[in-house]
């Protein structure tokens, strides 16, 4: 199931819990509670995403999920976009893309794990050290859309991700307790109209979605997904932002 079903957590109305405007950390904390049933996931799930700004360009999310009254699946991913270049400077080809992954789940045809590992040495998918977006994207069909998994994690923080544009100089790094990373390079945006009118095409953005892996429901292999009435699933992302000389 994508996306929660077809009528995902990105298609409801969230309430807005808090909202800080001032002082060390502005942040804003979103609220949804999603119902016994809503697209076929059992139990009564209380949800909240904090993002808050702190200083030195950090940019956090908190994702948290509490079982209310039956054990059920919770595997969250936050689907943000990402040009460093400029939201109207092209594809984002040339942007430098490093991640700390040195396997991927290699998929089927319906773009699901099929539950095996695979190292990334030898393939378009390894970017353990730095390589452009565009350097080896024309091997794959389409780009990249794959679930890499985050060496050393162990529910601690660690850095899963940096991407750079040279032309600026912007630097992200990426830092999670999730054991993967969904990396994707909007490969099937088109005529997608937006900020001050311009229109975002095919690899006009990256995304870096981290997660616990694909389908990790049907494949005893991979860590768990549930989570059981009065236990709370826990996600953290922090976004570090700089310029590089």
Not at 96 to 121: C, E, M, N, R, W
Not at 178 to 186: L, N, P, S
């Amino acid at each position: 199931m994508l996306h929660g079903g077809p009528v995902g957590f990105s298609d409801v109305v969230w309430k807005v819990n808090k909202y800080k405007k001032d002082g060390y950390a502005p942040s804003i904390v979103f609220a949804y509670d999603s119902y016994d049933g809503e697209e076929g996931f059992p139990g009564a799930l209380r949800v909240t995403v904090t993002y808050t700004l702190y200083p030195g360009n950090r940019l956090t999310v908190r994702m948290k999920a509490k079982a209310l009254n039956k054990a059920t699946p919770v595997n969250l991913a936050q689907h943000t976009y990402w040009n460093l270049g400029n939201h109207n400077s092209g594809d984002i080809l040339s942007e430098q893309v490093q991640i700390f992954a040195s396997h991927y789940t290699p998929v089927d045809s319906q773009l699901i794990p099929t539950g095996k590992f695979a190292t990334v040495k030898g393939t378009p998918y390894d970017f353990l050290k730095p390589h452009t977006v565009g350097s080896r994207i024309n091997k794959l069909e389409n780009g990249y859309d794959i679930n890499y998994v985050i060496d050393g994690v162990d529910g601690k923080l660690k850095k899963a991700a940096v991407v750079k544009d040279k032309k600026s100089g912007r630097v992200m790094e990426l830092f999670t307790n999730q054991a993967g990373v969904q990396f994707y390079t909007a490969n099937f945006l088109k005529d997608v109209r937006g900020k001050g009118g311009y229109v975002y095409e095919s690899h006009g953005a990256l995304c870096l979605e981290t997660q616990a892996f694909p389908d990790s429901v049907n494949h005893p292999n991979f860590p768990s997904v549930i989570v059981y009435p009065g236990k709370e699933y826990k996600h953290v992302m922090v976004f570090k932002f700089s310029i590089s000389s």
